[in-house]
């Protein structure tokens, strides 16, 4: 009666406390398996601490009532009377452990959503890091990429204008704030006669002919700006003038400062001579029709004061006074009636035949006839005859007569200089249509004023008595007469640049050419 009824409540007690123990080990083991999981959470760990406070609580709670109930059922209750005071004191201990825990919870909770929320921020921040960090490597290699395409632009444009610059036929060249030369292409120092190591310290103003040219350029590119078409002489290195035409930029700084200037100039020399020797072709052919008129109209009494003249001389004896007198009638009236033959060829009045003509065998009979004088004058001859050369149809006698006026000139060109060098060359011209013939001396050449009127009827530089003035317009009007053209260079442009003498480059059609050409002229008139 006294034990019975209090067995369920002790076998409850003890069963309860055992449990307790259990599943308090199982809810801090559950605790610790998710802090290793996830060791940087906040909340596993903070569970962790509190299942641990309350195993320890539910350990120090649970062995007190076992040992109490054993206690009691071993009639021991004066033992469990002794510890019981420490029993509960443990109690309050881990009581007080998981209330100070629980207690903390909340502002733990309050600090770990404020480093939850830094750390989104963080996190925040971090991606938008990384993505303008992308956008900076998209923009930089996309910068790359377009600085290399502007650098392939810049280099096709820089290898264009220097193709441009260095390939032009025409002087171009820079100059810098000082009129110093600072670059020039090949053309302006084959223009010049410079070499490029001569050019390092040459002024602007060495290039001009004139005082008064520089002065001019000058003002205009600092009024203007720039210039346009102006026609100069330029001084080469030899001193000789050229004309030229020239154009010229300024260059201006960022604070209006001028830099430099940039300039295009076009030779003008050969055009200038062209142009002369045109309008001397247009005053030659008004003068043809004249001296063909004047021709004919003297030849009459010329004729008839040779007549007569020779006619009186029969009258008188060799050798006396009137015999003497009446013979310079007669050779000055023979001198005036060749001049008058060399009007009428040179008004191309005279008559000429037409057949088929070989110019190397013409060459090589004027050689034939002339090679002993000028070997005696210490001139070489140099024969360069094209081979397969394709025949003219012309008047072999005046063709013969135009290349002994050459050959003369040439030697006369020499002869005052003790020999030189003679050069006849023939070949077909790179069209196929015309045959050239180039005959080149090495004298003293003819200047650039008297170009223009070599072909002139009477112009003449040699002394008083050594010439009529009327070689080369006679052989002027032959070439002309066979559809040809005749021109002059003085001094020679070759390869390897200038060469002191003077050049006759005769250009004759073709014989199929030639017909065309002589039909044309013959329906049109002649002088």
Request: glycine share 8%.
């Amino acid at each position: 009666m006294d034990g019975l009824p209090l067995l369920p409540a002790i076998f409850l007690d003890i069963l309860g406390s055992a449990a307790n123990i259990a599943f308090s080990f199982l809810a801090w083991r559950y605790a610790r398996l998710l802090t290793r999981r996830q060791p940087d959470n906040f909340v596993w760990g903070y569970l962790y601490y509190v299942t641990f406070a309350i195993a320890a609580f539910a350990i120090s709670r649970a062995v007190g009532h076992l040992v109490k109930q054993f206690l009691l059922i071993a009639g021991r209750a004066d033992i469990w009377m002794d510890i019981s005071s420490y029993s509960g004191g443990f109690n309050s201990l881990f009581m007080i452990s998981v209330a100070a825990v629980m207690i903390f919870y909340h502002k733990g909770v309050q600090a770990y959503e404020a480093l939850d929320l830094e750390a989104g921020k963080l996190k925040n921040a971090n991606r938008d890091l990384a993505a303008a960090a992308m956008q900076l490597r998209d923009l930089n290699q996309n910068l790359e990429h377009k600085v290399e395409e502007r650098t392939e632009e810049l280099s096709q444009s820089e290898k264009k204008f220097r193709h441009l610059f260095s390939e032009s036929k025409d002087m171009v060249f820079f100059s810098d704030a000082d009129n110093r030369l600072v670059d020039m292409n090949d053309s302006g120092f084959q223009m010049l006669g410079y070499s490029r190591e001569e050019t390092t310290n040459l002024l602007l103003a060495d290039l001009f002919a004139y005082p008064e040219d520089i002065r001019s350029y000058s003002g205009m590119l600092a009024q203007d700006g720039y210039i346009k078409d102006l026609n100069l002489a330029f001084a080469r290195k030899d001193g000789s003038p050229i004309s030229v035409l020239l154009s010229a930029t300024a260059i201006f700084g960022e604070k209006g400062e001028m830099l430099g200037s940039e300039v295009i100039a076009k030779d003008l020399t050969r055009l200038k001579v062209m142009m002369e020797q045109l309008a001397a072709s247009e005053k030659m052919a008004s003068v043809g029709q004249m001296a063909a008129g004047i021709a004919h109209e003297i030849n009459t009494p010329l004729g008839i004061i040779l007549g007569y003249s020779q006619l009186m001389m029969d009258e008188f004896e060799a050798g006396s006074e009137q015999h003497q007198g009446l013979q310079v009638i007669e050779r000055q009236t023979k001198a005036s009636r060749k001049i008058v033959s060399d009007l009428l060829k040179f008004s191309r009045q005279s008559g000429s035949t037409r057949e088929e003509v070989n110019l190397n065998e013409i060459l090589a009979d004027v050689m034939a006839v002339t090679e002993h004088t000028l070997s005696l004058s210490r001139i070489s001859v140099h024969l360069d005859l094209g081979k397969g050369l394709p025949s003219i149809t012309g008047d072999p006698e005046k063709l013969r007569q135009v290349f002994v006026n050459l050959v003369n000139n040439a030697h006369h060109a020499m002869l005052d200089m003790g020999g030189g060098e003679l050069f006849l060359r023939t070949h077909l011209h790179e069209e196929g249509r015309s045959v050239v013939v180039e005959v080149r001396d090495t004298g003293h050449g003819v200047p650039e004023k008297n170009q223009a009127r070599i072909f002139e009827p009477f112009f003449t530089t040699k002394p008083v008595g050594q010439g009529t003035g009327l070689g080369l317009s006679v052989s002027y009007g032959i070439i002309h007469e066979h559809g040809g053209a005749i021109q002059v260079e003085s001094p020679v442009h070759d390869r390897q640049g200038l060469l002191q003498g003077t050049l006759f480059r005769i250009t004759l059609p073709v014989e199929d050419e030639q017909k065309q050409e002589i039909s044309g002229s013959q329906a049109g008139g002649s002088i």
